[in-house]
């Protein structure tokens, strides 16, 4: 593994802040699938992102692809731009905080 590898994996560490057992079952809720923008199945692209992620959490890092890690550097971006958009005021219940935890990341942790 090369030294842009290890520092996507540190990266994606650092924004992914649930665990795959967290993050799936955040998955089941009706607020999960409430948000982002639908493709034609009606899955939204972060929620089918969020299970992407799940998969990668579950995969051992020697075991990862390039497209894993082209998918974890998506991720680390999406998680990145939308930290920046931050709403003021209480998030807990908010359609901002809904979309970063279909990708991984919970802002109130």
Avoid: C
Wanted: proline fraction near 2%.
């Amino acid at each position: 593994m090369g030294e842009r590898e290890d520092t996507t994996a540190a990266e994606f560490r650092e924004a992914v802040n649930l665990t795959a057992g967290e993050l799936e079952r955040w998955l089941d809720t009706e607020e999960s699938r409430s948000v982002g923008q639908k493709d034609d199945g009606g899955e939204s692209t972060g929620h089918a992102s969020g299970r992407r992620i799940v998969e990668l959490l579950r995969t051992k890092e020697k075991d990862l692809t390039e497209e894993d890690y082209a998918h974890m550097r998506k991720v680390v971006g999406y998680v990145h731009r939308h930290l920046a958009q931050r709403p003021s005021g209480d998030v807990t219940d908010t359609r901002w905080r809904y979309s970063l935890l279909n990708w991984g990341h919970d802002p109130l942790r």
